[in-house]
């Protein structure tokens, strides 16, 4: 009769220890509906031109960029007509074997795909994009068909 006692009193503190020890991972529990971290968040992707008075350098932490196409995420962003895409350190810039964002020229073509949380875009809001990969093509050549 003792040794049961004492087993059941050796299991019911492991298992108060066990749930002392969860609730000290602050990472564990419910997710941010909005901001960093936030969960859900969804990949919103716009395509569009470089104006011809923008040549971002490297040094550069965000460029303008004229949307011309967008996924249904960023529908906004091309009701708008412009977004301001912001990079850091993470983004991956490429250009015609570059990867710097120096390498983007005036009128280039260009592809962004960024994250933000689902809940940031409702009511067609536009909160600031931090790019996770950049794309760029020079424009089109011109065909001489306007004469």
Not at 16 to 37: E, I, R
């Amino acid at each position: 009769m003792r040794l049961k006692t004492l087993l059941l009193g050796l299991v019911s503190a492991l298992v108060v220890v066990s749930g002392a020890v969860a609730k000290d991972h602050p990472g564990h529990g419910p997710k941010a509906k909005t901001g960093a971290g936030c969960k859900p968040a969804v990949t919103v992707m716009l395509a569009g031109t470089l104006a011809a008075d923008v040549d971002p350098q490297d040094g550069d932490t965000s460029f303008v960029l004229s949307v011309q196409r967008a996924n249904r995420h960023g529908r906004a962003y091309k009701q708008a007509g412009t977004a301001t895409i912001t990079v850091d350190a993470k983004t991956r810039v490429r250009r015609q074997g570059e990867k710097n964002l120096g390498a983007l020229a005036p009128n280039d073509r260009v592809h962004v795909t960024a994250k933000v949380c689902k809940a940031d875009l409702k009511d067609g809001a536009t909160p600031d994009l931090t790019a996770r990969k950049v794309g760029a093509h020079p424009a089109a050549a011109d065909d001489g068909a306007d004469s």
